[in-house]
């Protein structure tokens, strides 16, 4: 609860500071946990939260900006998005952050009209947010604020006002001081999430130029973002808004959102939760293409039902293959084991966790420990985490990390071996469970 020394789980038995984000969802979840007891539901419930009222906010978007119509089914559109359902209900912040972002530029149309301070210092406060969570939102949130900081202006015309730059350098140093603050913390500890870069080469730009970037980005965003069908809704809609100030706004956001993520194009490529955001702006554009279709007539009403039953359909069905599926032979093969490291293991055990570099069955298991690959399961390294307060050593036979399977059999018997040697039995014993949770005596 101490929310200026984050921590995490895998850092064997030290502290486990560390060098991330600003921890603004797992402080919230922190303190709901403290009021009802440390339940996975009260996760899944807080991001349904967030994800509901941003789907109102994008849906007040639509309205403001291309008319009632276009902005009902911009709603629609944005309910029905893979990308949009599955991370507006996982426990992690995306949902968090997109509400923000969402409310930061509605209060800023309010003000507009308003001129009430209240609604400004709202926006601000939820831009400077955005920014603490993931800094890229600096890029591409940063650009929608500056192209509608008035109306009908324009970005160039807007950099005129210095409210606006006010508005942007205060959340900026903010932002700025936290990651400093991080980065010292990484220092310090030796546990980073590779914002400074490290390992991660979240930066490698040369992967803009490969035969992977574009492509699989366009496919991420039209299948898992748009689910097929509401691509060419999409495409109406910004072609018929081109000339609308808002139109052309809600454009150019989206374009800021690939360009924010070109910046990180390692991040980008492998979380698609980078592309998130870009719902955010497409789905009124989506929804201006329905309203497009629906006033050309009735043939185009009929054409309207049959693209919308088969993007409600495409939706699911990306939902249950891409994402459900994967998510329940997780939970197969990982539940099992963090259910018998909770019943066989002290609250305040440390445990080695064969997981290679994912920390799920730690989090899972409600314990702290260290996190190893199957090859670092060695009589030095045993002897080291033994001297370094691990009580037990726990992992599945059937998958490194969270998805990925065993790469060779040899990898397997090596892994085996060792934990029959641990479990005091012969080297080549039989091992029948899927899983271990063997005590380091």
Partial sequence: MIWWLPQIDWA?????????EFPLYPYVL?????????HD?????????CSLVTLWLVKRIGEELLGRPAGLWGGFVFAFSPLAVYYGRSVQAESLLLLMAALCVERLFRWQRSKNP?????????FSGCS????????????????????????????????LWVYGLTAAALTAAWYLHAKQLGEISGLSFGFWAGETNRYRWELLMGPRYGPELLLRLGLRGLAVFGLPLFAIGAWKTRQNFGGRGLFLSCGAVLLAGAVAPESSLVHEYYQLPFMLWASPLAGAGISTLINEGKRSRQAVK????????????ILDMDYWRIERQHAA??????????????????????SGSDPTMLNLARRQGWLAHPTEVTPENLARWRSEGATHIAGSFLRIESYQPFPSQEMLRELG?????LSGKHKDCQLDRSFFVVPLK
């Fill in 417 to 421: 071996s060792a934990i029959c040697e």
């Fill in 132 to 163: 603490l969570i993931k800094v890229m939102p600096l890029l591409w949130l940063g650009l929608a604020v500056a192209y509608w900081w008035a109306p009908n202006k324009g970005i160039l015309r807007n950099l005129r006002y210095p409210s």
């Fill in 30 to 38: 922190a303190a709901l946990h403290r009021l009802f007891d440390v």
């Fill in 12 to 20: 064997g038995a030290g502290p486990g500071h560390v060098e991330s």
């Fill in 118 to 126: 209240k609604d400004l210092l709202l926006s601000w406060l939820c």
């Fill in 306 to 317: 049959v693209l919308l039953v088969l993007l409600a359909l495409t939706s699911i069905t």
């Fill in 41 to 49: 539901g009260i996760g899944r419930l807080l991001s349904l939260l």
């Fill in 333 to 354: 093969d990982l539940l099992p084991v963090a259910a018998e490291i909770q019943r066989n293991t002290h609250r305040k055990a440390r445990i080695v966790s064969v």
